[in-house]
């Protein structure tokens, strides 16, 4: 039985870094109706930020070199911003998911570039996970669940509770209307770029903590992402949650039964059923 | 006028390449697209210094019925287009029948249909991949195939008395054919199979398949698995507590993966094709490596090419110096060949077997073991 509790285990911690992941892509989604297939890149990058900051010349420890690695990261991703999406602001779906394509082409191969294709750690001594009713969980892992959690409560009461927020999901409702009403959408564009990367960074790092960091460990996750935006519906921060731990289980349990072959397979043909079943998941939003 | 001079220029430097292969009938010239620059230039440094003192040693010896060899190196610059390029220079302008193939399984398929288009005989002395020689008949490798991995897993498995256990294996050719060949071998044997997990590349969380292939706790789990994906994995297994006997392949077999996942590794035992570096031709050897280079670091692959130079100029001197000669030659004169790396008897894919040693990771350090 301890198998099985563990397997439940693994699925949520597999689903918060789903989780986290799928609220950067759905802000994005929300407020500039485009998915951003560079936000693996952001991702990758935020863990790859620190890693440079924690290796040689520099050396820092890692409290110290957290916050300056989400601090680059959310600089990455406003420069996305900036070079790539803002003078597109105007163009077709296709061009946008173009362009966001190529920018996730460029970016993971400059961390090649930079890093090499091989696999890197940052280097903290592997320990045994605690342990408790036959299952073991890591401190890291422990992180993972509680980050995801408070990231997605202070998400909550940003959208909900402050000027901001709600700026952000009146542009994301119609940006032309926003505009005519006077809000600010530069400053709430801006707002949603910089959450997102920082969010991005932040899983990231916890994802890398947890396993390891390599050039392709954002796109990876970057289409378990996606579905679990789409079975959480998009533009709702719970439902990020929710579809992430679902898919995280889905994918756990599920090798038990079929060949692990397919552990893949199983994101994609949820995320499949649902574009079936539930077409408007794409288009209708807010409905928290 | 600057561009007759460079047509100029340009004849002349043609004039001179050519001219060797026109005037020097008076040795044996063998090819050698080897890496001497580029990403895996070390491979190639090591693979030349042992190959000229093997073709010393055959013309101090009076050659091949009394003609010197010659060995023509051409970089392949460590990737696949310019090795097809060396291979191509060196069949078309040097005209040798016979060439040493580039090092990396990838690098050396690019170029084998090449060889094989032209009908030049080309030799791998480090290749590993299964589909290796699959260009066709003018393509022979001296270093075993990585499928015979699966046999020497599954004898290590009986040896130790595990009569149930599952595989996991890296979900690609490779892993696929491994894998195959270890439950082949180990069904023969009288073991059992309980399960078969394929697992794919590059992955940053392999919980769920270890939990797989750990559940009702066998005593030991066969994994077939790169460097990468290993360290990934044993450092979860760790982690979560897993407790079983790892046997492995020889692809895990190196320093990184101790880098990698520190003492998550420790104990892990597997096979890799294995050289006796206590017999008396290799402990000649190594006493002429040394006394010609003054240091005993012997090059990784250094025994491999040493039995292929020597192959090569037996089968010269059986079938004469053509490559139709050197092809039909080449598996008679490798039959029951006791070279320093052991039987060179080619099998019917052009390749050759192997004996297996046993690797175990003790204290932090990859050892031999007795198992």
Redesign the interface.
């Known amino acids: 039985m301890a ?1 099985l509790f ?2 439940i285990l ?1 699925g949520i911690l ?1 689903g918060c870094i789903y989780a986290l992941f799928a609220m950067g892509l759905t802000l994005i989604y929300g407020v500039l109706n485009f998915v951003n297939f560079s936000h693996g890149e952001l991702i990758m990058w935020g863990a790859y930020f620190l890693y440079f900051l924690m290796e040689k010349p520099l050396g820092l420890p890692l409290y110290a070199a957290l916050l300056p690695a989400l601090l680059l990261t959310t600089l990455l991703g406003v420069g996305m911003d900036r070079a790539v999406f803002k003078p597109l602001r105007k163009a077709n779906a296709l061009t946008l998911l173009i362009a966001a394509l190529g920018l996730s082409f460029f970016l993971r191969n400059a961390a090649q570039f930079f890093y090499g294709a ?2 890197r ?1 940052y280097g903290f ?5 605690m ?1 408790f009713w036959g299952m ?1 969980i ?1 401190v890291n892992q422990v992180a993972i669940i509680l980050t995801a959690v408070v990231c997605i409560v202070f998400l909550y009461f940003l959208f909900h509770r402050s000027a901001l927020g709600k700026s952000m999901r009146a542009v994301s409702d119609d940006l032309e209307l926003a505009r005519v009403v006077g809000i600010d959408s530069k400053r709430a564009i801006l707002s949603a770029w910089v959450i997102a990367s920082a969010l991005a960074g932040v899983g990231g790092i916890l ?1 890398a903590l ?3 960091l ?1 050039p ?2 954002g796109l ?2 970057l289409v378990k992402a996606f579905a679990a935006t789409l079975l959480g519906g998009v533009g709702n921060l719970w439902g990020a949650l929710f579809g992430g731990i679902l898919i995280g289980m889905a ?2 349990l599920g ?2 039964i079929i ?3 397919y ?2 397979a199983i994101a994609f043909a949820i995320m499949v059923l649902m574009l079936l079943l539930r077409p408007s998941v794409l288009l209708g939003r807010g409905r928290d | 006028m600057k561009k007759l001079t460079c047509l100029v220029l340009v004849l002349l430097a043609a004039a001179l390449s050519l001219a060797p292969s026109a005037f020097a009938q008076d040795t044996y010239r063998i090819g050698a697209a080897f890496a001497l620059s580029g990403s895996i230039a070390v491979y190639g440094e090591g693979f030349k210094k042992v190959i000229d003192m093997a073709v010393e040693e055959i013309n101090a010896a009076g050659g091949i019925k009394g003609k010197k060899i010659e060995i023509v190196y051409e970089d392949n610059k460590s990737t696949p287009k310019d090795c097809v390029t060396a291979v191509r220079k060196l069949i078309t302008v040097d005209k040798v029948p016979v060439l040493f193939g580039p090092a990396g399984s990838s690098n050396f398929m690019a170029a084998a249909p090449v060889a094989q288009e032209s009908k030049v005989v080309m030799l791998s002395a480090q290749g590993a991949a299964p589909n290796l020689t699959k260009a066709g008949e003018y393509i022979f490798r001296v270093f075993p195939s990585d499928v015979l991995q699966g046999k020497g897993a599954s004898e290590l498995c009986v040896r130790l008395g595990y009569k149930e256990v599952p595989v996991m294996y890296v979900n690609n050719d490779w892993g696929l054919g491994l894998k195959n060949a270890f439950v082949e071998n180990f069904k023969k044997a009288g073991g059992k199979v309980t399960d078969e997990i394929p697992y794919d590349e590059n992955k940053a969380d392999y919980r769920a398949e270890l939990i797989r292939a750990t559940k009702g706790n066998p005593m030991a789990v066969v994994n077939l698995t790169y460097i990468k994906e290993g360290a990934v994995m044993f450092k979860q297994a760790y982690e979560m507590g897993i407790k079983t006997q790892w046997v492995c392949g020889s692809a895990a077999r190196a320093p990184k993966l101790i880098e990698l996942a520190e003492k998550a590794v420790e104990g892990i035992i597997g096979t890799y094709p294995y050289v006796a570096q206590d017999t008396k031709e290799y402990k000649a050897f190594a006493a002429s490596y040394k006394k010609k280079y003054g240091d005993d670091k012997i090059p990784i692959f250094g025994d491999y090419n040493y039995d292929m130079v020597f192959l090569t100029a037996k089968a010269i001197e059986k079938g004469g110096y053509s490559s139709e000669g050197i092809r039909k030659a080449l598996p008679e004169v490798a039959k029951g060949y006791r070279g320093i790396t052991g039987d060179k008897t080619f099998d019917s894919d052009r390749g050759v077997g192997a004996e297996y040693g046993v690797w175990r990771i003790k204290g932090g350090k990859i050892v031999d073991s007795k198992e």
Not at chain 1, 125 to 129: A, D, F, L, M, V
């Open positions: 198998f563990q397997s693994n597999a091989e696999i750690t001594e592997i320990r045994r996970g342990r073991s890591t994802l947890d396993t390891n390599q392709g460990m990876i996750n994918e756990n090798v038990l060949s692990p072959g552990k893949d």
